[in-house]
């Protein structure tokens, strides 16, 4: 209340004092007379009121209730018992519920499983092959007929003797049953959906309406009543294949640029996809699809490990390994040159040796080697070799190349003497004009050293001789780890008409072995990756590269130094080793370091014995004649202590001395 004077109404007090509070009393009702006041100390007093103040002050404390612990129910729960209460009210949507699971889902459950009893009982996988491989596709169709109708004989006598032995209410449980678990199957794909269940692969089989639309998916066409599918799509060993005839005006090198496109809508890795052209038609384009990654898996053996024979160097073709179909991939290297290219580990070395192992098991053709790492890569080859780039001065690479271009002029003056555009066999064979091959490894320390004006002149040099000896029956042959525009400019790589593009980081190093342009079109080796080993692609007589896997020859197994000891074996037996090493001096000199055992040397008369034993070359030698034999390369007999015997003999330093001489 505030402390102002209340207005006058009937029966109430009239008081003058300003300072006076009015206090008005709360058992006052409307209707009643109110009680007479007393004026105290200029305060109106109700006689009521003193006996309310008697009554204690309301407290200010705000009032509580006690914690109880409280019982949390899940939402999920409460949700359940709610729609529970909710049906048991409703007990007709119950029956409603059930009757559409029961004759909806399970009906279309029930469909769907006998649409596939239907498609495996008909072998609708096999009707691709109806026209390769009729008899299949019939007994296939028979025997699971019979399988079925069988299985459909039995279910009906069953169900038929359990109405009438039993009760009716076997079969009807059982048909509900069936029922029961299709609808349960067939909500819950329902629920699934297409969108969790992902994009699938097309399969083993698919059908042309799928393939076309793989088509359409990769933007090759707008419809697939745009795309024609030319004949079945066939079965063939680990893969499915079809033609496929484009919209027009497309072409097949607009579906090569589309390769990965087509992968990924079909479902599978890129190198599982090869798209070939068909020849007589640019708009259509041979498509074939493997089931695993052909890239992998069982390697590719070369033939020349079981072979027992010498190659011919003009008649057979190199056999460099299998493409994606498992197709055999070989060329041949009359009037050819080759460039091998890739990143570290992609299968270099392993290229390298099927070309070597080809050329070396030719007796006829002289091989000059080039090793810029100067390491052991080549050293099984280098004692057939006619020559071995052992200094690692780059000047000498010059000196090395300037014999090859001397007899390179001097046959093409014999060419024209004869008056003849091509060397034959046959003139090879009249005129001592056999092949002649420069394989240099690791070219880049040669031509991208930095120094520039050596760089420049070995790269002429390699460029004349590849530019001008393919006609005279000189081949060569680059490999390097480092393909860039640097180590194989453009000027000698056009030049080198097989390229092998191996494993590379990137499609721009692809391009620097196959040409500019071609990882664009789909061609690109930095696609490839590390566990594909010996994976590539190879643009040799085809107009397009080739996807390849490198032929592997296991050194592990022995399998190229048998290859070596062949090669050398033939040519000893033509007489085509190099003179440094079928020498009688080298053959002795090598023969008596190989008998000695201890690392001194060894004593004249142990050694004349063991010489006998290793050759019959040097049987009944006595040590006058042995002297003499090695005198001329300044090896002379001294004392020798061995085991503590001072005895005449050959001490081993002089004797390796003596072969590096020689």
């Not at 209340?1 to 009239?14: K, W």
């Not at 209730?65 to 909710?86: F, L, M, N, Q, Y």
């Not at 000027?491 to 692809?510: E, H, K, N, V």
């Not at 370091?593 to 009944?620: F, Q, R, W």
Request: charged share 25%.
């Amino acid at each position: 209340m505030t402390a102002t004077q209340p207005e006058n109404t009937t029966g109430q007090t009239e008081t003058s004092s300003t300072d006076a509070e009015v206090i008005e009393l709360p058992t006052q009702h409307q209707g009643q007379p109110e009680a007479e006041s007393e004026v105290v100390d200029a305060e109106i007093v109700d006689q009521d009121q003193e006996q309310e103040q008697e009554q204690p002050a309301p407290s200010t404390e705000v009032a509580t209730r006690p914690k109880t612990t409280a019982t949390i129910v899940p939402t999920s729960v409460r949700t359940a018992a709610t729609r529970a209460s909710d049906a048991c009210k409703r007990p007709d949507r119950i029956a409603l519920e059930v009757l559409r699971h029961e004759l909806v889902y399970g009906s279309v459950g029930s469909a769907r499983g006998a649409g596939a009893v239907w498609r495996w009982m008909t072998a609708a996988e096999l009707d691709t092959q109806l026209a390769v491989k009729p008899e299949l596709v019939l007994t296939t169709r028979k025997k699971r007929r019979n399988v079925v109708l069988a299985g459909a004989g039995t279910t009906a006598a069953a169900g038929t003797a359990a109405w009438f032995l039993l009760s009716p209410a076997v079969p009807i449980i059982a048909i509900l049953t069936v029922l029961a678990v299709a609808g349960g199957l067939e909500r819950r794909r329902a629920a699934l959906g297409d969108a969790e269940a992902g994009h699938k692969s097309l399969g083993p089989s698919p059908s042309g309406k799928a393939v076309k639309k793989v088509f359409v998916a990769a933007k090759l066409a707008k419809n697939i009543e745009d795309l024609r599918i030319v004949g079945p799509v066939a079965r063939t060993d680990h893969a499915w294949e079809c033609t496929v005839e484009l919209p027009q005006g497309t072409t097949y090198k607009a579906a090569m640029k589309r390769r990965e496109e087509i992968a990924a809508a079909i479902g599978v890795d890129a190198v599982q996809v090869a798209l070939d052209p068909v020849k007589g038609h640019n708009g259509r384009v041979r498509l074939w699809v493997a089931d695993e990654d052909p890239m992998q898996g069982t390697r590719v053996e070369n033939p020349l490990v079981k072979t027992t024979g010498k190659v011919n160097f003009w008649k057979d073709k190199l056999f460099a390994g299998a493409d994606v179909r498992g197709r055999p991939v070989d060329f041949s290297m009359v009037e050819r040159s080759y460039l091998i290219g890739g990143e570290p580990g992609g299968g270099k070395s392993v290229a390298s040796n099927n070309v070597l192992g080809f050329f070396f098991l030719d007796p006829r053709v002289k091989i000059y080697l080039a090793d810029g790492k100067f390491g052991t890569d080549l050293m099984m080859w280098e004692p057939m070799a006619a020559g071995v780039l052992t200094d690692q001065d780059q000047e000498a690479m010059l000196d090395f190349i300037a014999e090859i271009r001397i007899e390179m002029n001097r046959r093409y003056a014999l060419k024209r003497k004869l008056g003849v555009q091509t060397f034959t066999e046959a003139d090879a064979n009249k005129y001592g004009l056999h092949p002649i091959v420069l394989h240099i490894d690791e070219i880049q320390y040669w031509t991208a050293s930095g120094e520039t004006k050596i760089d420049k002149a070995c790269m002429s040099a390699i460029a004349d001789i590849v530019a001008r000896g393919r006609a005279v029956g000189i081949i060569t042959g680059v490999v390097t780890q480092r393909p860039a525009a640097e180590v194989v400019p453009t000027r000698l790589r056009d030049i080198l008409s097989i390229r092998w593009a191996l494993r590379c980081t990137t499609p721009d190093a692809s391009d620097t072995i196959l040409g500019k342009g071609w990882a664009a079109r789909g061609y690109s080796a930095g696609s490839f990756e590390p566990d594909q080993r010996g994976a590539g692609y190879v643009l040799a007589e085809g107009s397009s590269p080739v996807q390849m896997r490198a032929a592997f020859i296991d050194p592990g197994k022995g399998e190229i130094e048998a290859i070596a000891n062949r090669a050398y074996q033939l040519r000893k037996e033509a007489g085509t080793l190099p003179a440094t090493d079928d020498r009688a001096e080298i053959r002795l000199l090598s023969t008596i370091l190989d008998v000695m055992e201890h690392p001194k040397g060894i004593h004249t008369k142990p050694l004349l014995t063991k010489l006998a034993e290793a050759s019959d070359e040097y049987a009944g030698w006595d040590s006058t004649r042995l002297a003499a034999a090695v005198k001329p390369y300044g090896l002379i007999p001294g004392q020798v202590e061995i085991d503590g015997k001072n005895l005449n003999g050959y001490r081993r330093d002089r004797v390796q001395g003596a072969l590096d001489r020689a």
